[in-house]
């Protein structure tokens, strides 16, 4: 569990977190979002003690931070941030080996640990293993980056805009493989964005900061239908709600089952924001459906999509 | 736009045209009664020698590269024949000297001419412009751009080169020889070794805090821009004065003339590229992986020797490179204060004119240049994989 109370920090004379008060139970997945200087990243750094806070408490594992030698801190605590963060003299294997080196494991347990990781992160272990960073592609040094943030087994993972340099594909691919390690490995992970559908995607919950004050806390569908201020349903962006708020659920809420329909199927497991895509591109208001092994078991229809949910 | 040209390589292009006009127009050798006197003119031309006319054979391989397409093959073709035809050139010189010195008296000279050193110079850049046509790293270069010279070095060694005036210039002053090229890199590494001591913590200390940065790099430019004959003049009084006042001083060989003031000097000198290169290497180690290093748990010591350090190497080691062989040419100047070294050789040869004097002094500070060079470049290309 991570307890921040009233936590304030000023750079100079400017205030870049102000009274942020957050608590942040195990498993969470809770990205913190906000435009460029709303103090995301601060937060984020906070945490680790990259900067140490003015005012305030944070506990993180039933103590005050400040009661850790910084370095133990933080090797509890994986950390991946944008690319170029990868050590570029170091190979594939070193970089992610770093934590588990300085926790001192022995070579054997090492090699195996950064086998497994790189097979999780979908890095063909002996084809990458010997590469440098700069050998890599964006998507490649990305999946090192997280494998190496996950190396030594951290309580918890801190992501500071570790896609922002991707492109659309890449990201998507690794933001689905990031929420697959999250579910798998039950761990509390911290993620910082200025990309709303990124957190729309990520979040078990959403933290909103705007000049260093927390705006809005909760889940995505109470940020998108219950927004606290205007400047909460400016960022999520006011004309797309609806689409967004599609994208939180799946086809199987709305299937009719029974029923049948003409065309290629869609599959149960896509998004209600895909389904409408779907039908306004065939200009038709029924779908055939069909499950994960390709069985048609309904339909869904157009006039269900603005219907609440059953 | 793009144009299909038959030159298709035009450095090589150049080279041959100053090859070709070196060996009609210049002297290729020239003969004189004795060592002090300057001698007739021996052309290429009237060298008969079947060797010159077998060098004609490389030569043309030389023309030929300059229009066939430029693939590897022609690349390796080239840097072969250029290595034959500075290998025959050096034979042809050493073995006419050798002719011409069974008829002669014992004070006559053969020197090399003009012609030879230029045809030498363009045999040697062709080798090493064909080498780096053929993109085969850096350590593959190097190695071979002095492997060029081998030919040559080993016909100096069979002696076949040992009638030539520079050669017999040596053989007379074999011991002096010796003892000045010691003395030489002595300077050098007395110098170096210092300054790398006071240089790399001043480097890390300015690179730590800003502030301090430009006053110590004024104050080291400044040193920089003065002549190196005034810095040694300026260094001979103080040093003089400190001396006189401290006898202890002058019982570990410290006055205002010889060894001190010439490794102070170099000292100075070798301080800024090594303070600079220093400060530059770590600059360049990009904040977000020194971030990501400090928030993966690495300690501040750890960060500095595991991440900072190695990254910085290549630029701080050609730094190193620019101060040793800046040192190794400064180091001749170092004689006109009574430092000895090669210096002592050339200015001893400028004050009687015996051109081959000065060139026995001024080559091998050429060739200690090039192996410094070489060898720091073959350092910082290295790239170890640091123990995890």
Redesign the interface.
Same mark, same amino acid.
């Given at each position: 569990m991570i307890i921040f109370e009233h936590v304030g920090k000023a750079f100079a004379d400017v205030v870049a977190i102000d009274d942020l008060s957050l608590t942040i139970a195990e498993g969470e997945f809770v990205v913190v979002i906000g435009r460029s200087g709303s103090g995301k990243s601060t937060t984020l750094?906070l945490l680790?003690r990259?900067v140490e806070h003015d005012s305030g408490r944070i506990v993180f594992a039933g103590d005050e931070i400040r009661r850790f030698k910084?370095?133990? &801190? !933080? !090797?509890r605590m994986?950390?991946a #941030?944008?690319s #170029?963060? &990868?050590?570029?003299?170091?190979?594939v294997?070193?970089n992610i080996?770093?934590?588990p080196?300085?926790l001192g494991w022995p070579r054997a347990r090492i090699r195996d640990r950064v086998t497994e990781l790189m097979e999780l992160l979908d890095l063909a272990p002996e084809t990458y293993r010997g590469r440098y960073p700069h050998q890599l592609s964006g998507g490649q040094q990305q999946r090192v980056g997280v494998a !190496?943030?996950l190396a030594g087994d951290p309580a918890v993972l &801190?992501m500071d805009e570790p896609f922002g340099s991707l492109d659309p594909v890449t990201r998507e691919t690794l933001q689905q493989e990031i929420v697959r390690i999250h579910k798998a490995s039950g761990k509390t992970i911290l993620f910082v964005t200025h990309d709303i559908d990124e957190a729309l995607r990520l979040a078990t919950r959403i933290v909103l900061l705007d000049r260093g004050r927390v705006v809005q806390v909760g889940t995505a569908r109470e940020i998108l239908e219950q927004p606290a201020t205007d400047f909460v349903s400016d960022f999520v962006g006011r004309g797309d709600i609806g689409i967004k708020l599609l994208g939180l659920d799946t086809v199987a809420a709305f299937v009719r089952r029974g029923e049948s329909a003409a065309g290629d199927p869609i599959a149960i497991s896509a998004s209600l924001r895909e389904a409408l895509s779907m039908l306004v591109a065939r200009r038709v208001d029924r779908l055939p459906v069909a499950d994960d092994d390709g069985r048609l078991v309904g339909v869904i229809a157009l006039a269900d999509l603005a219907k609440p949910r059953p | 736009m793009f144009r299909t040209s038959a030159v298709k390589n035009r450095v090589l292009l150049v080279l041959v045209i100053v090859g070709a006009v070196a060996a009609w127009c210049l002297a290729f050798l020239t003969v004189a009664p004795n060592r002090l006197v300057s001698g007739t003119a021996i052309p290429l031309a009237q060298i008969s020698d079947p060797l010159r006319d077998v060098l004609l054979l490389p030569a043309a391989i030389l023309v030929l590269g300059v229009f066939l397409p430029q693939r590897g093959r022609t690349h390796v073709a080239v840097a072969i024949a250029a290595t034959l035809l500075l290998f025959g050139l050096a034979w042809l010189a050493g073995a006419h000297a050798a002719r011409l010195a069974e008829t002669a008296v014992a004070t006559s000279r053969t020197a090399l001419g003009g012609g030879f050193w230029l045809l030498a110079i363009v045999a040697w850049l062709a080798a090493i412009d064909a080498i780096e046509r053929l993109r085969r790293g850096p350590v593959a270069a190097i190695l071979a751009q002095l492997s060029v010279l081998l030919p040559v070095i080993a016909l100096l060694f069979a002696g076949e080169l040992g009638q030539l005036s520079l050669l017999r210039e040596y053989a007379t002053r074999k011991d002096v020889f010796y003892v000045a090229l010691a003395r030489h890199v002595e300077i050098v590494v007395a110098a170096l070794l210092p300054t790398l001591l006071v240089g790399i913590p001043l480097g890390i200390a300015l690179f730590r805090r800003a502030k301090p940065k430009v006053p110590v790099f004024a104050v080291l430019n400044v040193i920089q821009t003065v002549p190196s004959i005034a810095l040694f003049g300026l260094l001979m009084v103080p040093l003089a004065l400190l001396a006189g006042a401290l006898p202890g001083l002058r019982s570990l060989g410290i006055s205002g003339i010889g060894m001190a003031p010439a490794v102070i000097a170099l000292m100075l000198y070798s301080l800024l590229p090594v303070v600079r290169s220093t400060v530059a290497g770590l600059d360049q180690v %990009?904040r %977000?992986?020194v971030?990501?290093? $400090?928030?993966?748990?690495? $300690?501040r010591a750890?960060v500095f020797r595991k991440?900072e350090l %190695?990254?910085a190497l290549p630029v701080f080691l050609s730094g190193v490179r620019i101060a040793a062989v800046q040192a190794v040419g400064l180091a001749v100047v170092a004689a006109l204060i009574g430092a000895g070294g090669m210096g002592a050789l050339v200015f001893q040869g400028l004050a009687s004119g015996a051109l081959d004097l000065v060139l026995l002094g001024v080559i091998p500070v050429v060739a200690l240049a090039v192996v410094v060079d070489a060898a720091f470049r073959l350092l910082s290309s290295y790239?170890g $994989? %640091?123990a995890?």
């Amino acid at each position: 569990m991570i307890i921040f109370e009233h936590v304030g920090k000023a750079f100079a004379d400017v205030v870049a977190i102000d009274d942020l008060s957050l608590t942040i139970a195990e498993g969470e997945f809770v990205v913190v979002i906000g435009r460029s200087g709303s103090g995301k990243s601060t937060t984020l750094k906070l945490l680790n003690r990259l900067v140490e806070h003015d005012s305030g408490r944070i506990v993180f594992a039933g103590d005050e931070i400040r009661r850790f030698k910084p370095e133990e &801190l !933080r !090797r509890r605590m994986g950390y991946a #941030i944008q690319s #170029i963060g &990868l050590f570029p003299h170091w190979t594939v294997e070193q970089n992610i080996g770093t934590v588990p080196e300085l926790l001192g494991w022995p070579r054997a347990r090492i090699r195996d640990r950064v086998t497994e990781l790189m097979e999780l992160l979908d890095l063909a272990p002996e084809t990458y293993r010997g590469r440098y960073p700069h050998q890599l592609s964006g998507g490649q040094q990305q999946r090192v980056g997280v494998a !190496r943030a996950l190396a030594g087994d951290p309580a918890v993972l &801190l992501m500071d805009e570790p896609f922002g340099s991707l492109d659309p594909v890449t990201r998507e691919t690794l933001q689905q493989e990031i929420v697959r390690i999250h579910k798998a490995s039950g761990k509390t992970i911290l993620f910082v964005t200025h990309d709303i559908d990124e957190a729309l995607r990520l979040a078990t919950r959403i933290v909103l900061l705007d000049r260093g004050r927390v705006v809005q806390v909760g889940t995505a569908r109470e940020i998108l239908e219950q927004p606290a201020t205007d400047f909460v349903s400016d960022f999520v962006g006011r004309g797309d709600i609806g689409i967004k708020l599609l994208g939180l659920d799946t086809v199987a809420a709305f299937v009719r089952r029974g029923e049948s329909a003409a065309g290629d199927p869609i599959a149960i497991s896509a998004s209600l924001r895909e389904a409408l895509s779907m039908l306004v591109a065939r200009r038709v208001d029924r779908l055939p459906v069909a499950d994960d092994d390709g069985r048609l078991v309904g339909v869904i229809a157009l006039a269900d999509l603005a219907k609440p949910r059953p | 736009m793009f144009r299909t040209s038959a030159v298709k390589n035009r450095v090589l292009l150049v080279l041959v045209i100053v090859g070709a006009v070196a060996a009609w127009c210049l002297a290729f050798l020239t003969v004189a009664p004795n060592r002090l006197v300057s001698g007739t003119a021996i052309p290429l031309a009237q060298i008969s020698d079947p060797l010159r006319d077998v060098l004609l054979l490389p030569a043309a391989i030389l023309v030929l590269g300059v229009f066939l397409p430029q693939r590897g093959r022609t690349h390796v073709a080239v840097a072969i024949a250029a290595t034959l035809l500075l290998f025959g050139l050096a034979w042809l010189a050493g073995a006419h000297a050798a002719r011409l010195a069974e008829t002669a008296v014992a004070t006559s000279r053969t020197a090399l001419g003009g012609g030879f050193w230029l045809l030498a110079i363009v045999a040697w850049l062709a080798a090493i412009d064909a080498i780096e046509r053929l993109r085969r790293g850096p350590v593959a270069a190097i190695l071979a751009q002095l492997s060029v010279l081998l030919p040559v070095i080993a016909l100096l060694f069979a002696g076949e080169l040992g009638q030539l005036s520079l050669l017999r210039e040596y053989a007379t002053r074999k011991d002096v020889f010796y003892v000045a090229l010691a003395r030489h890199v002595e300077i050098v590494v007395a110098a170096l070794l210092p300054t790398l001591l006071v240089g790399i913590p001043l480097g890390i200390a300015l690179f730590r805090r800003a502030k301090p940065k430009v006053p110590v790099f004024a104050v080291l430019n400044v040193i920089q821009t003065v002549p190196s004959i005034a810095l040694f003049g300026l260094l001979m009084v103080p040093l003089a004065l400190l001396a006189g006042a401290l006898p202890g001083l002058r019982s570990l060989g410290i006055s205002g003339i010889g060894m001190a003031p010439a490794v102070i000097a170099l000292m100075l000198y070798s301080l800024l590229p090594v303070v600079r290169s220093t400060v530059a290497g770590l600059d360049q180690v %990009p904040r %977000p992986v020194v971030e990501a290093a $400090t928030g993966m748990g690495l $300690t501040r010591a750890q960060v500095f020797r595991k991440v900072e350090l %190695p990254i910085a190497l290549p630029v701080f080691l050609s730094g190193v490179r620019i101060a040793a062989v800046q040192a190794v040419g400064l180091a001749v100047v170092a004689a006109l204060i009574g430092a000895g070294g090669m210096g002592a050789l050339v200015f001893q040869g400028l004050a009687s004119g015996a051109l081959d004097l000065v060139l026995l002094g001024v080559i091998p500070v050429v060739a200690l240049a090039v192996v410094v060079d070489a060898a720091f470049r073959l350092l910082s290309s290295y790239r170890g $994989t %640091p123990a995890g």
